[in-house]
């Protein structure tokens, strides 16, 4: 079977290990990030280089330091598992810092390694940064031996990690409350660093699934409702996705409460009782509880392509209040603009413990301050080719009602999505897949009959 093409999505370089993920690729990526390094970074000579538990991350990672090495660069090598929003900031605050390396795949099955590449801003590689590498990939572009001598540190970048988090979160409000909680490490690379902060902060919690596994447990390092098993009544659980730049929770009444909400009620607690002053940045899935919630704050928002690579280049733009994607993903204007799933789930840890409410308190108080609440569901179109996917496009965006809805916008950033009604509470976000001719349609009403009607005219209209 041939060997995957070397490219770059939302979040750098994946593929099957000793299929797509080879020693021989990880090679050829880190030459062509040193020639980016060379030719728009050249004054900055040292780069960090982490990993996750995943299989081989650690080899992969000491590899990659060897050819950096050779290069005459610098490197700072994590001595142990690390998140990746630990090395993203500890990007920021290097020495002579060029950026940070990361071996990740993320939420990815076991399968899977992935590896990209953090500039010193401490967030996703642009889409020019990225196409730059890819194009020196391409060039066969290979780093000169350097005859200036270069020096290794095995480095532990948790401490300045630590540092800072205790300057984002009020941990004496936390200790205060003494809120009952559960940390299921997942297996991922969180443990070691979401649970040392709080044990170092006297915080007291249960921890479950605390020990790394390249096999993840059996289960996708995901941190959703079904790979979060392990919960009490009257307790919170939390968890992270593989490489902990993703969160998940599950309030005390034993539900999941999804991004979405999460994302309006800490809008909301972060301008009422933190001050925070900005935009709320949010990727073009988010729903559309965040749009009304921010207007009724008097918040302006901005909406991205889906990918927080987009959302961190709007941060780095705009005063931030808080960015987030639907997929679990989030961080704020006074931290990196990179996902960090260990401080979104402090963060949303403060805010239970300063409001002295329960989750799915605040989350019913959300609720009635919106006014309102949004259903989701996804239909998913298997088709032949590209032509195909083509011409189902096209018919779409040539439509002026969906399910009798009329089209008041269309907004054309990531796909197409549709805004149906006067009052635009419904919509129809319509993404091809990169990967497969596969058109997906996410769809969004403030009414379970009303996306029942779209779910069925999609359906009818694409087979």
């Keep these: 079977m041939a060997t995957k093409k070397i490219e770059f999505g939302t979040d750098g370089f994946r593929g099957i290990i000793a299929r797509d993920f080879t020693f021989e690729n990880v090679e050829k990526i880190t030459h062509g990030i040193i020639k980016y390094l060379k030719d728009f970074v050249p004054d900055k000579k040292s780069v960090l280089i982490a990993y996750d538990p995943r299989f081989m991350a650690d080899e992969f990672a000491r590899f990659c330091t060897g050819i950096l090495l050779n290069a005459g660069y610098d490197v700072m090598l994590s001595n142990c598992v690390c998140p990746t929003p630990v090395v993203a900031y500890a990007a920021t605050v290097?020495?002579?810092?060029?950026?940070?390396?990361?071996?990740?795949?993320?939420?990815?099955?076991?399968?899977?390694?992935?590896?990209?590449?953090?500039?010193?801003?401490?967030?996703?590689?642009?889409?020019?940064?990225?196409?730059e590498i890819v194009k020196n990939i391409e060039q066969n572009y290979a780093a000169p031996i350097s005859e200036i001598k270069s020096g290794l540190i095995?480095?532990?970048?948790?401490?300045?990690?630590?540092?800072?988090?205790?300057?984002?979160?009020?941990?004496?409000?936390?200790?205060?409350?003494?809120?009952?909680?559960?940390?299921?490490?997942?297996?991922?690379?969180?443990?070691?660093?979401?649970?040392?902060?709080?044990?170092?902060?006297?915080?007291?919690?249960?921890?479950?699934?605390?020990?790394?596994?390249?096999?993840?447990?059996?289960?996708?390092?995901?941190?959703?409702?079904?790979?979060?098993?392990?919960?009490?009544?009257?307790?919170?659980?939390?968890?992270?996705?593989?490489?902990?730049?993703?969160?998940?929770?599950?309030?005390?009444?034993?539900?999941?409460?999804?991004?979405?909400?999460?994302?309006?009620?800490?809008?909301?607690?972060l301008v009422e009782n933190k001050n925070a002053k900005g935009k709320m940045i949010k990727t073009v899935g988010v729903s559309a509880l965040v749009d009304v919630v921010a207007q009724k704050l008097g918040i302006e928002t901005i909406t991205t392509p889906v990918g927080f690579k987009w959302l961190s280049e709007k941060m780095r733009e705009n005063e931030t209040i808080l960015a987030g994607e639907d997929s679990g993903g989030l961080s704020t204007g006074n931290h990196i603009p990179e996902k960090d799933g260990i401080y979104a789930n402090l963060l949303i840890l403060e805010m239970v413990s300063k409001l002295q409410k329960p989750l799915y308190r605040l989350r019913e108080e959300l609720l009635e301050f919106a006014n309102v609440n949004f259903y989701?569901?996804?239909?998913?179109?298997?088709?032949?080719?590209?032509?195909?996917?083509?011409?189902?496009?096209?018919?779409?965006?040539?439509?002026?009602?969906?399910?009798?809805?009329?089209?008041?916008?269309?907004?054309?950033?990531?796909?197409?999505?549709?805004?149906?009604?006067?009052?635009?509470?419904?919509?129809?976000?319509?993404?091809?897949s990169g990967t497969e001719p596969l058109l997906r349609f996410y769809i969004e009403s403030d009414n379970i009959e009303t996306l029942d009607k779209i779910k069925d005219f999609i359906r009818s209209h694409t087979s």
């Design 94 to 131: 290097a020495k002579n810092s060029a950026g940070a390396i990361m071996f990740s795949a993320s939420h990815n099955p076991k399968i899977y390694l992935g590896m990209k590449f953090i500039p010193n801003y401490g967030g996703p590689a642009t889409k020019q940064i990225t196409d």
């Design 154 to 269: 095995n480095s532990d970048f948790r401490e300045v990690y630590f540092s800072h988090i205790k300057n984002l979160i009020d941990f004496e409000a936390i200790k205060k409350a003494n809120v009952k909680f559960i940390f299921d490490g997942l297996f991922s690379a969180s443990i070691g660093t979401f649970d040392e902060i709080l044990k170092r902060q006297g915080v007291n919690f249960e921890i479950v699934n605390n020990h790394y596994d390249p096999n993840f447990g059996g289960f996708l390092p995901e941190p959703k409702e079904k790979f979060m098993k392990h919960r009490k009544a009257g307790m919170l659980t939390f968890a992270n996705d593989g490489d902990a730049d993703r969160y998940g929770v599950i309030d005390e009444n034993g539900q999941w409460v999804s991004p979405n909400e999460i994302l309006a009620i800490l809008l909301k607690y």
């Design 376 to 432: 989701c569901d996804r239909v998913d179109v298997k088709l032949e080719n590209k032509d195909e996917m083509y011409t189902l496009q096209q018919k779409f965006l040539q439509m002026f009602d969906i399910a009798g809805l009329h089209i008041y916008d269309v907004l054309k950033i990531d796909g197409a999505k549709f805004y149906l009604g006067e009052e635009k509470l419904s919509w129809v976000l319509m993404r091809p």
